[in-house]
């Protein structure tokens, strides 16, 4: 057996040599490269969520809405003998939203099949992942609401009484997906998806009558739940809006 004190000293410090600044920058690089795979991974399975739920929850209810109307004749919770042709006209004051278990009544005693949703019973729900990972629930309900609508000179507008899918607690990532989906752009004022939360004023997007140009919606990813300001937490739950989703009818 050696002993420690016949070692040669250049054995010594070999052994006692720290890593080199090259082997560093390698282990550097490649903690990176697997932080950076694991975003992008987190990014491509969030983007996949938002298209589940555009395409099974989103897109279903919307089917519903038209199987209804062209089963019954007239948007859901509409009298009967008198339609007005708004959702809930049937109701003081007519328009107000059709949501939770009256809505899926509604479209289940017509014999319309509904999207799965959350669960039986709370088919108009949709619970999923915000950015930050945290879990957000989307809500779907129905109502009549006035929707700005180019009027008869260039650069004004007029609004005019349209049903609209209303959907609840949206993070502006899986807004902005939805608004890209359906309108090709991300605006809340114009298209077919505007924000249904109040505006400065008390005013929905959706129903803006200025000829001012389209808007930025109201929050992004930075704000927390609750927040008026941006707080860019990592650990916070995103800020959620509403909202309007034009039906055809």
């Known amino acids: 057996m050696i002993s420690p004190l016949s070692v040669p000293a250049s054995r010594k410090r070999r052994r ?25 991974g987190r990014d491509l399975q969030r983007s996949a969520a938002n298209q589940r739920l555009s395409t099974d929850f989103i897109q279903g209810w919307q089917l519903a809405y038209e199987a209804y109307f062209n089963g019954v004749g007239r948007p859901p919770g509409d009298n009967a003998t008198n339609p007005t ?19 899926i009544n509604t ?3 017509a014999g319309i099949r509904v999207p799965t949703g959350r669960t039986e019973g709370q088919q108009d729900r949709y619970v999923y992942l915000d950015s930050n990972g945290n879990p957000q629930e989307a809500r779907v309900c129905f109502r009549s609401v006035n ?9 004004r507008y007029v609004a005019r009484p349209r049903n609209v ?15 890209q989906q359906i309108d090709g752009r991300t605006d809340a004022r114009f298209g077919s998806l505007r924000e249904g939360a109040a505006l400065a004023g008390g005013v929905p997007a959706a129903n803006v009558v200025d000829d001012n140009p389209g808007m930025p919606w109201s929050i ?30």
């Open 16 to 40: 006692e040599r720290g890593f080199s600044l090259v082997e560093l920058s390698v282990v550097l690089i490649v903690i990176g490269l697997v932080l950076g795979a694991v975003a992008v």
């Open 85 to 103: 042709g708004r959702v809930n006209g049937n109701v003081v004051p007519a328009g107000t939203e059709l949501c939770g278990p009256n809505m």
């Open 107 to 109: 479209f289940l005693a």
């Open 147 to 155: 929707w700005s609508e180019p009027a008869d000179a260039v650069g």
């Open 165 to 179: 899918m209303v959907i609840h607690g949206l993070t502006f990532s899986l807004v902005g997906s939805l608004d």
């Open 220 to 249: 992004d990813d930075r704000f927390a739940f609750g927040a008026n300001a941006a707080t860019t937490l990592d650990e916070s739950q995103v800020a959620i809006t509403s909202a309007f989703f034009k039906m055809m009818r």
